[in-house]
């Protein structure tokens, strides 16, 4: 297993342009998820690498392409902005050894970055390990119409949100999410009774009526 950074094969030409497009080919998938993929990738995280304020990581085995991320390093922000393990790569280490990597790179092992909401299960491992605090989770329409966007260690530019209400119901959902983290390591820890669990849930359903009745409303206005 090789982790090479683009920056790094600049000068050899070829040996860049062919790690330039195996690692885009290996992520194209993405664009199902993140339609702005492949603009992001050629207009945005190629010239960091030029200018230097971010970088493309590959990770190979056996001269394959077992891993890609892209990174955002400079005086406002440290990113990940895309961290991707192909699939018949998984299970065997590939993910830690990048992030032990992109962390070094960084400096820091809590750097932004954000999940799609269906995917989050599958981070699950990686974000208990590193202690990743869930600070944001995204209206659909954010990145795609499909899915909402978790956000760890940090926040996304809340430019789609419109109405105080919205903000509420991102703020909420947060504090949702939560709620059923804390709640799940509870019950493997077996300090959390029935009676409390039922309260929970009942409190819940208040709360989740009230929203509910608060967005009727303003989708009347």
């Not at 995917?119 to 119409?145: C, E, H, M």
């Not at 209400?165 to 909420?172: A, H, M, P, Q, W």
């Not at 077996?190 to 669990?197: A, K, Q």
Request: hydrophobic share 40%; aromatic share 18%; glycine share 4%.
């Amino acid at each position: 297993m090789e982790i090479y950074t683009l920056s790094s094969l600049i000068k050899d030409h070829q040996i860049f342009c062919k790690f330039t497009q195996d690692a885009y080919s290996a992520t194209d998938c993405l664009c199902q998820d993140y339609p702005k993929y492949f603009e992001w990738y050629w207009s945005k995280d190629i010239p960091r690498v030029f200018d230097g304020t971010g970088e493309i990581v590959v990770c190979t085995t056996d001269g394959n392409i077992a891993g890609v991320a892209s990174l955002k390093k400079d005086s406002t922000e440290r990113k990940i902005c895309t961290f991707f393990v192909v699939k018949n790569y998984r299970g065997q280490h590939v993910a830690t050894k990048m992030l032990e990597y992109l962390f070094d790179y960084l400096g820091t092992s809590k750097p932004l970055i954000t999940i799609t909401d269906y995917k989050v299960s599958a981070f699950k491992p990686i974000i208990r390990k590193y202690d990743w605090k869930l600070t944001q989770i995204t209206s659909k329409g954010y990145y795609n119409n499909a899915s909402c966007e978790f956000v760890y260690n940090g926040r996304l530019p809340e430019w789609f949100i419109q109405k105080n209400t919205l903000r509420n119901s991102s703020e909420f959902q947060v504090c949702f999410f939560l709620f059923l983290n804390h709640l799940s390591s509870l019950l493997q820890s077996h300090l959390f009774s029935y009676f409390f669990l039922l309260f929970g849930l009942v409190l819940l359903s208040y709360h989740l009526l009230k929203l509910f009745l608060v967005l009727l409303l303003w989708s009347l206005v």
